[in-house]
């Protein structure tokens, strides 16, 4: 790999990505600087030679690359433009928001930066805190091609990045990701309590489907949550429903008929009134199994 020089990059949003990510770029050698709105959960990063802001206009100034690992869309919104983010940010800055926003959010934020002459990419992420402490990401991008060459020496520190097309391609193919992965959990879900109903033993059910065409990494991990009735949160039920939510609301702009989602946006959301929104999301599980009368 040719080595590039190092960037004066800033993160924004230090939680459960953002801290891991700020400390793989500055391992890397690059300048950071970070920001959160909570000041105390960035300043541990101290310790990593990273220099933690209390004002964000002050942490994004002189930047090459700012990072968001923000909450959500009104929130970057916020930062960006009420805040003074943007204000403060260099003219050709490049903006990446690597947290999972809406795409017409998405959209709407490189259209008000561009309008400043600042870059701007969405780039969500698949792998969790895991991807994000080991560097094996998966991220999805969003925008210009030129401004995605821009960002390799960031996404090489990250994991591994791929240009979907144009601005907010990389929330939509973050929302696909989330359907399949809320999806198949409701297949897993639903074939093994129905094997297990009718009197055969799921975990011996999974073991002999594994490696064959019906395998996949949620019939592997979130399955096996299943046969030990593991529900402890890695992703949350009202999470995937969230996802579900900005799935079919994206669906409804782009003149898209998602019959699949609708069906799980609903059964994900009986969970969660049922009281299952803080268990995993492979918890869908507890809520077919209810269903059924089985415990």
């Given at each position: 790999?040719?080595?590039?020089?190092?960037?004066?990059?800033?993160?924004?949003?230090?939680?459960?990505?953002?801290?891991?990510?700020?400390?793989?770029?500055?391992?890397?050698?690059?300048?950071?600087?970070?920001?959160?709105?909570?000041?105390?959960a960035?300043?541990?990063?101290?310790?990593?030679?990273?220099?933690?802001?209390?004002?964000?206009?002050?942490?994004?100034?002189?930047?090459?690359?700012?990072?968001?690992l923000?909450?959500?869309?009104?929130?970057?919104?916020?930062?960006?433009?009420?805040?003074?983010?943007?204000?403060?940010?260099?003219?050709?800055?490049?903006?990446?928001?690597?947290?999972?926003?809406?795409?017409?959010?998405?959209?709407?934020?490189?259209?008000?930066?561009?309008?400043?002459?600042?870059a701007?990419?969405?780039?969500?992420?698949?792998?969790?805190?895991?991807?994000?402490?080991?560097?094996?990401?998966?991220?999805?991008?969003?925008?210009?091609?030129?401004?995605?060459?821009?960002?390799?020496?960031?996404?090489?520190?990250?994991?591994?990045?791929?240009?979907?097309?144009?601005?907010?391609?990389?929330?939509?193919?973050?929302?696909?990701?989330?359907?399949?992965?809320?999806?198949?959990?409701?297949?897993?879900?639903?074939?093994?309590?129905?094997?297990?109903?009718?009197?055969?033993?799921?975990?011996?059910?999974?073991?002999?489907?594994?490696?064959?065409?019906?395998?996949?990494?949620?019939?592997?991990?979130?399955?096996?949550?299943?046969?030990?009735?593991?529900?402890?949160?890695?992703?949350?039920?009202?999470?995937?429903?969230?996802?579900m939510?900005?799935?079919?609301?994206?669906?409804?702009?782009?003149g898209f008929?998602?019959?699949?989602?609708?069906?799980?946006?609903?059964?994900?959301a009986?969970?969660?009134?049922?009281?299952?929104?803080?268990?995993?999301?492979?918890?869908?599980?507890?809520?077919?199994?209810?269903?059924?009368?089985?415990?």
């Amino acid at each position: 790999m040719h080595n590039t020089p190092p960037l004066r990059t800033t993160v924004l949003g230090i939680g459960m990505m953002g801290a891991p990510m700020a400390r793989r770029l500055r391992a890397a050698g690059h300048e950071v600087h970070a920001w959160n709105r909570t000041r105390e959960a960035a300043e541990p990063l101290a310790a990593s030679g990273i220099t933690v802001h209390s004002d964000v206009r002050d942490a994004v100034a002189g930047a090459d690359v700012v990072i968001s690992l923000l909450a959500n869309g009104p929130v970057v919104g916020q930062v960006l433009f009420e805040r003074g983010a943007a204000q403060a940010l260099r003219r050709d800055a490049l903006f990446i928001d690597m947290a999972s926003i809406q795409p017409r959010e998405a959209r709407d934020h490189a259209a008000r930066l561009g309008e400043m002459g600042i870059a701007h990419l969405d780039a969500p992420v698949s792998g969790g805190t895991v991807g994000a402490e080991n560097g094996t990401l998966a991220i999805m991008a969003g925008g210009r091609p030129e401004d995605y060459a821009r960002a390799q020496p960031i996404f090489a520190a990250f994991g591994r990045a791929t240009h979907v097309g144009p601005h907010g391609a990389g929330q939509l193919a973050k929302l696909a990701n989330q359907m399949i992965v809320g999806i198949t959990i409701g297949a897993v879900a639903e074939a093994l309590l129905f094997a297990a109903k009718g009197g055969a033993d799921m975990a011996k059910v999974r073991e002999a489907i594994s490696g064959g065409f019906a395998d996949s990494r949620i019939l592997q991990l979130h399955g096996q949550r299943m046969v030990e009735r593991n529900f402890a949160p890695q992703g949350r039920m009202t999470v995937q429903l969230k996802d579900m939510r900005n799935a079919l609301a994206t669906a409804g702009e782009i003149g898209f008929d998602a019959p699949i989602t609708a069906l799980f946006e609903a059964l994900y959301a009986e969970g969660v009134e049922h009281g299952l929104g803080e268990l995993d999301h492979s918890g869908l599980f507890v809520e077919l199994a209810s269903r059924n009368a089985m415990q």
